[in-house]
């Protein structure tokens, strides 16, 4: 059973920092791309960034130079540090483990940027 849990989302005032953790269960973990994706209410879900199995990473360009995308192979984890945190960075955020026809997601975190 493949299982992928989000933690470290919470309420942070704008130019804050939080740290996104994914634990998985189920899969090789090593071996999967990871990515994280967030949705806002009432928008579609987006790629937030991306990270390969060789650690390359991608990301979307509004959180380009504040977000970093990281993974440890060990601990079977996936993270996502964000600084200076903006209201528009308001929205669940999901892990998504992904390899070939395979995919699967977190339940979210919920993550809200506000004073």
């Known amino acids: 059973q493949v299982q992928l849990v989000e933690s470290g989302g919470g309420l942070v005032q704008p130019g804050g920092s939080l740290r996104l953790s994914c634990v998985t269960s189920?899969?090789?973990?090593?071996?999967?791309?990871m990515a994280w994706y967030r949705q806002a209410p009432g928008k579609q879900r987006e790629l937030v960034a991306g990270?390969?199995?060789?650690?390359?990473?991608n990301y979307a360009d509004s959180v380009k130079g504040r977000f970093t995308i990281s993974r440890d192979n060990a601990k079977n984890t996936v993270y996502l540090q964000m600084n200076s945190l903006k209201p528009e960075d308001t929205a669940v955020y999901y892990c998504?483990?992904?390899?070939?026809?395979?995919?699967?997601w977190g339940q979210g975190t919920q993550v809200t940027v506000s004073s």
């Open positions: 189920g899969i090789v973990f090593s071996i999967y791309e």
């Open positions: 990270i390969t199995s060789g650690s390359s990473t």
């Open positions: 998504n483990s992904k390899r070939r026809l395979n995919s699967y």
